[in-house]
T-cell receptor, first 114, second 117 residues
Framework: DGGITQSPKYLFRKEGQNVTLSCEQNLNHDAMYWYRQDPGQGLRLIYY???????QKGDIAEGYSVSREKKESFPLTVTSAQKNPTAFYLC?????????????FGPGTRLTVL | AQSVTQLDSQVPVFEEAPVELRCNYSSSVSVYLFWYVQYPNQGLQLLLK??????LVKGINGFEAEFNKSQTSFHLRKPSVHISDTAEYFCAVTKNAGGTSYGKLTFGQGTILTVHP
């Protein structure tokens, strides 16, 4: 059963700690994306990757880091430099990062920083 | 750069009534347009998309949208809603730029559709 998995579903961390969110896809997609969702603000792009070992900053990359060592995996690290990390984080993938390609989304991780 | 405005943050409607969720976009180049639906605490699911051709696009669950280039709009409609349509709906746009925008989506702020019995 192909899809995108994100883990954990809920995550709690203390302020000042780094935390890594997992994203795995078995769709054989080349492109992967990380979005942040806040109430009333829609989704904002954090990072995206078109191919293994390559990634680019999105609109709100400050305080976040990513890696793309394997095609199926695109973990996101929320660092202590992120001023307001509490949010719902969504990972997505598409066959190729072409204009018009449908993006498939994972179920999301809700991060709460205490 | 593109931008997307969803004109209503919340839309309450009674079951079996018609509904329209409004979306306007701004872009200096031609665009591709999408509507996604999000059920509570879940990811997004594609409802429909406009790439080219007929301006009336039909999607899943009985939804349709019409691309209006002159009014830069892409409103979502359903003739008769069900309780199960209660969700948040997002309009999104990406540039039609020959692949150079890497499929990056710009989303609107979302419209919460609540269907009452």
């Amino acid at each position: 059963d192909g899809g995108i998995t994100q883990s954990p579903k809920y995550l709690f961390r203390k302020e000042g700690q780094n935390v890594t969110l997992s994203c795995e896809q078995n769709l054989n997609h080349d492109a992967m994306y990380w979005y942040r969702q806040d109430p009333g603000q829609g989704l904002r792009l954090i990072y995206y990757s078109q191919i293994v070992n390559d990634f680019q900053k999105g609109d709100i990359a400050e305080g976040y880091s990513v890696s793309r060592e394997k095609k199926e995996s695109f973990p996101l690290t929320v660092t202590s430099a992120q001023k307001n990390p509490t949010a719902f984080y969504l990972c997505a993938s598409s066959i190729q990062g072409r204009d018009g390609s449908e993006q498939f989304f994972g179920p999301g991780t809700r991060l709460t920083v205490l | 750069a593109q931008s997307v405005t969803q004109l209503d943050s919340q839309v309450p409607v009674f079951e079996e009534a018609p509904v329209e969720l409004r979306c306007n976009y701004s872009s200096s180049v031609s665009v591709y347009l999408f509507w996604y639906v999000q059920y509570p605490n879940q990811g997004l699911q594609l409802l429909l998309k406009y790439l080219s051709g007929s301006t009336l696009v039909k999607g899943i669950n009985g939804f349709e949208a019409e691309f209006n280039k002159s009014q830069t709009s892409f409103h979502l409609r359903k003739p008769s809603v069900h309780i199960s349509d209660t969700a948040e709906y997002f309009c999104a746009v990406t540039k039609n730029a020959g692949g150079t925008s890497y499929g990056k989506l710009t989303f609107g702020q979302g419209t919460i559709l609540t269907v009452h019995p």
